[in-house]
């Protein structure tokens, strides 16, 4: 729909209107109505490159398009009966739990291994853990490969599937030969075409999941939802969505908790969404009710950091990882707020 800032076209603006329009297969219908014109288009109206040149012209105010732009992640798209499958659970029919150490620290294995049996004792069905980890400062720890083979091996003791973070080529390839069931793209890659071109590409046709954070600068959710489709179109339908808060972060918080966010996910997308509490606000004593207001927004699970001993772990878990206990309570009240929302309690 072509909205002008003239309440009507001139003769020669509705042609320049028109040959733009023609140019990409469509044609423009006028709606009349009592004082002003609107401009209707006829036709696939999604091309960016046509919505820009309309955009372009001193006259139009603005193009709103009826039909969405993510042919595939649209809540309409063909793909709107997909399931995404991971740990023994179809996301979208019960709660889904994924919970481990923010990062994997390669020199003490044991702790690793000891919070992958805790979590799943807890109610996890799938672990988390930090091979390579996308960090502000370029002298802080920086990942290192050999966490892999013992992400690998906590998920061999413990039959947890695993989810863990790319952030280029060499680390896909690594992760993927390994045999993760779950890539993780951060909140720093989530805008990174390239590297959700490569996912998307490399995981074409498989079984394996993305799990995509919603970037630390995503404004509209539109935006969000673009961005599974770069992945999405290379043929792969098993992106999980993951609100993680954006910036500016509320006082005192790490970020901006978003969890508000997943009605209108849910509304324009089919995609399940786990949301991660822990980046969110960015401390052990919040992460309980960010995780409780997220599953009563309707998230379909969540994605929590967990240690057994959050102070002996790097990277984040000292100020943000849950204890086990802790996590087993989340994950029954999570577990009773989805009865609830489904109108299954009482
Ligand atoms: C993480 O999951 O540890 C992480 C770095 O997340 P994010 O990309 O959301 O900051
Ligand atoms: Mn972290």
Redesign the pocket.
């Known amino acids: 729909m072509i909205i002008p800032n003239v309440n009507k076209l001139s003769d020669e603006q509705l042609k320049e209107v028109s040959d733009i329009v023609g140019g990409f297969g469509c044609r423009v219908q006028v709606i009349t109505g009592q004082e002003r014109c609107i401009y209707a288009i006829i036709g696939d109206e999604r091309n960016d490159d046509m919505v820009t040149k309309l955009e372009g012209l001193t006259y139009i105010n603005r193009v709103d398009r009826i039909q969405s732009p993510h042919k595939l992640m649209d809540v309409r798209s063909s793909l709107a009966t997909h399931k995404v499958k991971i740990g023994g659970v179809t996301l979208g029919t019960e709660p889904f739990f994924c919970a481990g150490p923010?990062?994997i620290d390669p020199k003490n294995p044991q702790l690793t291994i000891e919070t992958a049996h805790a979590v799943k004792e807890a109610g996890a069905h799938a672990l988390?853990g930090?091979v390579w980890?996308?960090r502000t400062n370029p002298y802080s720890y920086q990942g290192d490969a050999k966490a892999l083979l013992i992400l690998m091996e906590a998920s061999r003791a413990t039959g947890l599937p695993v989810d863990t973070?790319v952030m280029d080529e060499e680390h896909l390839q690594l992760a993927l030969e390994a045999g993760v069931d779950c890539l993780?793209i951060?909140?720093?890659n989530a805008l990174n075409y390239a590297l959700l071109r490569q996912v998307g590409h490399a995981i074409a046709g498989s079984g394996v999941c993305v799990l995509l954070?919603r970037s630390i600068h995503m404004g509209a959710v539109q935006e969000f939802i673009s961005a599974a489709e770069y992945i999405v179109q290379l043929g792969n339908p098993n992106v999980i969505l993951c609100p993680?808060g954006t910036q500016p972060a509320l006082d005192g918080y790490r970020n901006h908790p978003d969890e508000s966010i997943v009605p209108l996910l849910k509304e324009r997308t089919w995609a399940p969404v786990v949301v991660?509490p822990c980046?969110s606000v960015g401390k052990a004593a919040y992460v309980p009710a960010a995780s409780l207001a997220a599953m009563a927004y309707g998230a379909d699970g969540l994605c929590i950091?967990c240690n057994v001993s959050p102070g002996k772990g790097i990277?984040?878990d000292p100020k943000q990882a849950v204890t086990p206990d802790v996590l087993k309570t989340i994950i029954q009240q999570a577990r009773a707020l989805w009865k609830i929302r489904n109108g299954r309690m009482g």
Do not use: L
């Open positions: 923010c990062t988390r930090g980890k996308p973070e993780q951060g909140a720093r954070k993680r991660d980046h950091e990277g984040d």
